[in-house]
């Protein structure tokens, strides 16, 4: 391992550092973490006793109702009147949707099929759905004008017209032949809602559709989803765009909007009108919970939203598609409408290789049905196999500098002042150019090895399909292992131990080790030892992964094992060092002779300006 080689781990922990520092939760997030599962276990436990009540109320509620049958009719009126909000549940084979008939609001939203982390864990085996936001942290309401009054439609009661299993129609009535619509209905196979509006009489100008949600924790580490949760959107005829992931941000539209996104990390909620919403007035934010909110330790940040539509005129209707799903990269890509763009699979180049590498890799194993523990196995075996042609340069590049070592040495004790570097970098050009070795021939795979290094960083972290997967000791591969909880919180390092990140760390310990004969001790004073770095490094990443993706470190974990037996099948099997000696000898001995290449131009450039600097120093 070179200079070069330990200059570009040193840029990846650099990056791993930052990553670390913005996603360490506090001791205070922990604890109060660990009381939110003591009180889901307490929840669990009075479930039965609820369900015990509601008989004994429902047999009440029908004594009841029977008597209401009997009252007069200006009664009736005057008890609808009064009567508080009724919620309607729509339910189809992918989605439970709530809608309160004050305002017309969706309440709440719950994906089949899923679980949160606290109910995953819960040895209730009753399977609950994942609850995306309750009705005390979601509202959705039209703002207009009519006969120069602005309306909002937040708190007003709206009546059913008409109700199915899976739809149903609500009406608002402000004046006599005055109406405002409201039409849901869930799609049969999709996590889609359908919603219309549509008015009749109201000539509704500068109509809002104003859209608010907090939404829930629904994975094991809340400052993780903290992180990676903001509000998506695209342009029309752009490509999309997201506000700022870690601050507080907000964002005037300036052009249409073609659909808008609440992202969190594994499940979002997404709306597309069938027109482009305006961006007149239009504007979203985002919103993190302060220390002291009642939502701080249970909800992941506030989302708002004002978005326009056309409802002008005698009569109009606006339509638009909610999708309330996960994160899963083939299901958002199949909407067509660059809904995928939201997984976060990094920048650049790193997102390339995610989209057109590893994930149609990891698909195409994954359909086989084995265990995602096996699936994340092979793909690093996949890729591992693409990357020994590079290892296998890095290797021979690596032996050929460790031949040349003590020559290198030699001409360092003979040019030891500064004003001959000239001469010496000269002599070592043409030691290199003769014994055909090359500096540059072990960085130049490190810098192809790198962008891939990073792409799966961002990765297995972003991967649905690793929620909630067990292998091993990892209950979830998503999250963090634990095979010890601490209790309390440790500085720097957190409440527990990951094994597959001590796993990790000594593999690369032991990867170092072997790779530390190949390393050139820095001659330059003043500056750090390079083993020392690299003894370093293995140590670091033991805080910087604690917390992560236990699927990240597994890979990585493989990655670098893998690394290792490669590394003696080529050294042992492979690469003779005493054939390679003695080629560079009998190469040396023909460029000697003048059976050698030319000299390169940068070379002879090199010489003509030593040349120039003798003659300098001649005239003087």
């Not at 969706?106 to 899923?114: F, L, R, S, T, W």
């Not at 670091?540 to 917390?547: G, L, P, Q």
Request: proline fraction near 3%.
């Amino acid at each position: 391992m070179d200079r070069n080689t330990i200059i570009g781990l040193g840029v990846i922990g650099a990056i791993l550092v930052t990553f670390t520092i913005l996603n360490k939760p506090s001791e205070e997030e922990l604890k109060k973490q660990r009381e939110l599962e003591k009180k889901e276990k307490k929840e669990q436990a009075l479930e039965k006793q609820k369900e015990k009540e509601a008989e004994k109320t429902a047999v009440v509620k029908k004594a009841d109702d029977k008597s209401t049958k009997d009252t007069t009719s200006s009664v009736a009126k005057e008890v609808k009147a009064a009567a508080p909000a009724e919620t309607i549940r729509l339910e189809s084979d992918k989605l439970i949707v709530e809608i309160s008939t004050k305002g017309g609001n969706v309440e709440a939203a719950y994906i089949k099929g899923y679980q949160s982390y606290f109910d995953f864990r819960s040895k209730n085996k009753k399977e609950k759905a994942l609850q995306l936001f309750s009705a005390k942290d979601a509202s959705n309401e039209l703002e207009f004008e009519a006969n120069g009054k602005t309306y909002k439609t937040g708190n007003e009661m709206f009546e059913v017209v008409k109700k199915t299993k899976r739809s149903v129609t609500l009406a608002w009535t402000p004046e006599d032949g005055k109406t405002l619509k409201y039409t849901y209905k869930l799609l049969p196979g999709k996590y889609d809602l359908d919603y219309k509006i549509s008015q009749k009489g109201l000539d509704a100008k500068n109509a809002s559709f104003i859209w608010n949600v907090d939404m829930k924790q629904t994975e094991r580490l809340l400052s993780e989803q903290k992180r990676v949760s903001t509000i998506c959107y695209k342009y029309k005829g752009e490509d999309f765009s997201y506000l700022s992931e870690m601050a507080d941000d907000e964002l005037q539209y300036e052009k249409p909007v073609e659909w808008i996104a609440y992202k969190q990390s594994y499940f979002s909620t997404i709306i597309q009108p069938d027109v482009a919403f305006s961006n007149k007035k239009a504007e979203s934010k985002i919103r993190n919970f302060k220390k002291g909110d009642d939502k701080f330790f249970s909800h992941i940040k506030r989302y708002r939203s004002k978005l326009g539509v056309d409802l002008s005129g005698s009569e109009a209707s606006a339509g638009m598609s909610w999708y309330f799903g996960p994160n899963d990269y083939e299901m958002l890509k199949s909407y067509k409408s660059d809904y995928e763009d939201i997984i976060n699979y990094g920048w650049g180049l790193f997102r390339w290789i995610n989209i057109y590498a590893i994930q149609p890799i990891f698909n195409v194993l994954a359909s086989t049905g084995m265990g995602l523990g096996l699936v994340v196995l092979l793909l690093t075996l996949v890729i591992k196999l693409f990357l020994t042609p590079i290892q296998w340069k890095m290797y021979v590049s690596s032996a050929k500098m460790r031949i040349l070592k003590p020559e290198i040495d030699d001409l360092n004790k003979k040019y030891p002042n500064k004003e001959d570097a000239m001469k010496k970098q000269m002599e070592m050009m043409t030691l290199y150019r003769e014994s055909g070795a090359s500096p540059l021939a072990g960085c130049i795979p490190m810098l192809i090895q790198m962008p891939i290094l990073l792409a799966v960083f961002r990765f297995f972290p972003a991967s649905f399909e690793l929620r909630q997967k067990p292998f091993l000791w990892a209950e979830d591969l998503s999250s963090y292992d634990s095979v010890y909880d601490f209790g309390f919180y440790v500085p720097l390092y957190g409440d527990h131990i990951s094994l597959f990140t001590l796993l990790m760390a000594v593999t690369t310990l032991a990867y170092t080790w072997l790779n530390s004969g190949q390393m050139q001790q820095q001659q330059q004073p003043g500056m750090p030892n390079m083993k020392v770095l690299m003894y370093i490094f293995p140590f670091m990443m033991i805080f910087f992964f604690n917390n992560y993706s236990s699927g990240l470190s597994y890979y990585y974990f493989i990655s670098t094992l893998i690394s290792i037996l490669i590394m003696l099948a080529i050294k042992y099997f492979f690469v003779d060092e005493e054939k390679l000696r003695a080629k560079m000898a009998a190469k040396k001995a023909n460029a000697a002779n003048g059976a050698g290449k030319k000299k390169s131009k940068f070379q002879e450039r090199l010489e003509q300006a030593q040349k120039a600097q003798q003659e300098k120093r001649g005239k003087r």
